[in-house]
């Protein structure tokens, strides 16, 4: 054999045992991929999605209505299949607790979505918790859950201010940042979250500002950072009880009396303090003018439904700036409530559940300024 047909032959041995180690390699790689694939998404971290309805599950009849649809249309398992960016942040799952406008919501469905929130948080195998709703009242479940569910793990409200079929429908990147933030170990311990318009608030300090645009929920207190392309980016943090810092526990509550609110204006009458009253309101949350101001005609409606049992609460329904006791009525005198800094739907979350558990006055006025 010459010296060239010896390389030719060396050669061609060289390309069949190649086609010999290749061939278990490439069927080594075939029939192990999945199972890697499989082992790297249940590697992170598990974040439920809990869905109740709203805007960010509503539809349009084209794409130009971004502001007429209707909301609670799209379920769960759709809403999340349309975002499959969601499997490379976490292992997303998701259920449908209520499928409702958040306008209607009601004190039985506040009670329903925590005790599923508190039965989820217990679960080792649950990192976080995600809850999307209507943006009307969101901030108001935001905020029952963080008084009532004991847990340092991160739970994300989120809503949308478009449908989903708008053109420029802000839902997806909204439900995106809120899993990634509910993913998120620094996210722990932060109480309940809102994480809209790639902004994280409080849910204590946030409410619905604008109805229209996706800027809708602002905090006179600031956010507490932003979320940019899955991460977080912190400037403060919540400085009031919640979560496992919190009394009240929605795995002892069962009930929540009722609490209703009552709207100053100009010429107000004492109409609605009365028919209230005998409707049997437990308390009434006053949202006056100013400084919580009570119109004068106002005053001696107020303190005999305060003779009758009626707890009364001074707020205000100015959107920023707080309630100061004993300034523009003698609130000692009258022993009436000051709501702080709370909004009077937010003050009558809290009242509630103050007053579910039997607290007083002198009570009540402590855990406005501590909640």
Do not use: C
């Amino acid at each position: 054999m010459t010296f060239p047909r010896f390389q030719k032959s060396l050669l061609a041995a060289a390309v069949a045992l190649a086609g010999f180690t290749a061939a278990p390699a490439a069927l080594w790689a075939q029939t192990t991929a999945p199972a890697v694939a499989a082992a790297d998404q249940a590697a992170k971290p598990h974040v439920v999605v809990l869905a109740t309805g709203g805007t960010i599950a509503g539809a349009g009849a084209s794409a130009a209505n971004s502001a007429t649809y209707t909301a609670a249309k799209v379920p769960v398992d759709k809403l999340l299949a349309g975002l499959p960016e969601l499997a490379n942040v976490a292992n997303v799952t998701g259920e449908q607790v209520l499928q409702i406008a958040s306008e209607s919501f009601t004190n039985d469905n506040l009670l329903t979505l925590a005790k599923r929130v508190s039965a989820l948080v217990k679960q080792p195998d649950v990192d976080g918790i995600v809850i999307t709703h209507g943006t009307d009242t969101l901030a108001e479940t935001g905020y029952f859950l963080s008084l009532t569910v004991h847990t340092d793990k991160p739970i994300a409200m989120v809503g949308s201010m478009r449908p989903g079929t708008a053109l420029s429908a802000d839902g997806a990147l909204n439900l995106l940042n809120a899993v990634s933030v509910a993913a998120s170990k620094d996210a722990q311990g932060k109480g309940v979250l809102i994480t809209m318009n790639d902004q994280i608030q409080s849910a204590r300090d946030t409410n619905k500002d604008v109805n229209i645009e996706t800027r809708a929920f602002q905090s006179q207190w600031g956010s507490l950072g932003m979320v940019v392309e899955g991460r977080n980016y912190w400037f403060r943090a919540p400085v009031k009880r919640h979560t496992n810092n919190s009394e009240f526990n929605i795995d002892n509550i069962t009930h929540l009396p009722q609490v209703d609110i009552v709207y100053a204006y100009g010429n107000v009458q004492p109409t609605a303090v009365q028919a209230l009253v005998a409707n049997g309101a437990k308390a009434i949350i006053h949202a006056g003018t100013g400084n919580g101001s009570v119109a004068d005609r106002m005053v001696k409606p107020l303190q005999e439904a305060h003779a009758k049992g009626v707890t009364i609460v001074r707020s205000s329904r100015v959107p920023y700036g707080f309630v100061l006791r004993n300034a523009e009525q003698p609130d000692d005198k009258h022993d009436w409530v000051v709501a702080h800094d709370m909004r009077p739907e937010k003050a009558r979350i809290l009242t509630m559940l103050a007053l579910a558990q039997g607290a007083d006055t002198k009570t009540l006025q402590r855990m406005f300024w501590e909640y």
